[in-house]
C-alpha cells in the first residue's frame, strides 16, 4: 500500500449565489483515479475545473474508507445539514494535509458548518475506525504517528476555521484593516461559532425534511449578532464588502430559503 497524491478541484455551480459571489462545487481525486465527487461533479469535470493547489499525499485506500460507499452521505455528511460538498472535501484532504480554502464560497460554506461539518466527534471516530481496518488488511499502513497527524488537524478546528476567516478579511477588506480589529473580528466570531453549534445541537432530528429551515432560523439571530459586531468594528461600507449582500439576506441565501 502507497501514498498517492490528492488533487482538489473546484468548479462553478453557476446559479448558487450569495450576494455576487457564486459558490464552486468542489471535488477531490487520486492519481491512482478515485473519484471522490462530493454529491456532484466529479472527475469528468477536470478538464474545466479549476485546480485547488496543494496538492496532498496520503492513502487512497483510507480516502476510500472515508468516503463510504454512501453517494448520498459522502464522508458520513448529510447534504445541507451536516455539510456541503466544500466539507466533504476537506474531510478526504485532512487526510494528505490540504483543503479547499481557495475555493469560492469557501467563507460562507465554512461560517455555515465549519471546516469539517458537524458532528465532528463521530467523523474523528470514523478516522481511527478506517485507519484500523486498513491496519487489519496491512499490518502498520497507518502508523500510529500518521494517525495523531491527521487528528491534530481535525482537531485544530475551529482554530483553522478562525485562519479561513483572517484569510477571507485579508483578501476582500482593505489594507488598513489592523491587527486590533483582526483581533476583535475572531473574538466575534468564536461568540458565533459556540451558538451555531447550540443551535445545531437542539435540534434533534436531523432526518426531519424542515430541519434546514428550522436550523436557519435558530443560527439566524446569532448570524445577524456577529454581523452586527462586525459592522461596529469594520463600518457599514466594510461589513457590506465582506459579505456581499444585505446580511438580513444571506441565512435566506445561503440556505437557499
Known sequence: MEKLKFFAYAISTGDYQVGNVTFDHTFVVSDRGDNWHCW???????????????????????????????????????????????????????LAGTDVSGANGNFFATMVYGKYGFEIEKFIAQVKSTAAQLNQQQPGAVTDAELQEVLGRIA???????????????????????????????????????????????????????????????????????????????????????????????IGQLFNL
Open 40 to 94: 456532484g461533479r466529479g472527475k469528468e469535470s477536470v478538464p474545466s475545473a479549476r485546480h485547488l493547489a496543494p496538492d496532498g499525499v496520503a492513502f487512497a485506500d483510507w480516502g476510500d474508507l472515508i468516503n463510504g460507499t454512501d453517494p448520498n452521505h459522502p464522508t458520513g455528511l448529510t447534504q445541507r445539514v451536516s455539510g456541503v460538498c466544500q466539507q466533504a472535501a476537506n474531510r478526504l484532504l485532512v
Open 156 to 250: 485544530a478546528d475551529p482554530s483553522d476555521e478562525l485562519k479561513v476567516l483572517e484569510s477571507h478579511f485579508k483578501g476582500t477588506l482593505p489594507q488598513s484593516i489592523t491587527q486590533q480589529q483582526t483581533d476583535q473580528l475572531l473574538v466575534a466570531y468564536r461568540a458565533f461559532q459556540q451558538k451555531r453549534q447550540t443551535a445545531y445541537d437542539q435540534e434533534a432530528n436531523k432526518d426531519d425534511p424542515n430541519f434546514q429551515r428550522q436550523f436557519a432560523q435558530d443560527v439566524a439571530p446569532a448570524f445577524l449578532e456577529c454581523v452586527s459586531k462586525f459592522t461596529e468594528i469594520l463600518g457599514v461600507d466594510c461589513s457590506q464588502e465582506l459579505f456581499k449582500s444585505k446580511p438580513e439576506d444571506v
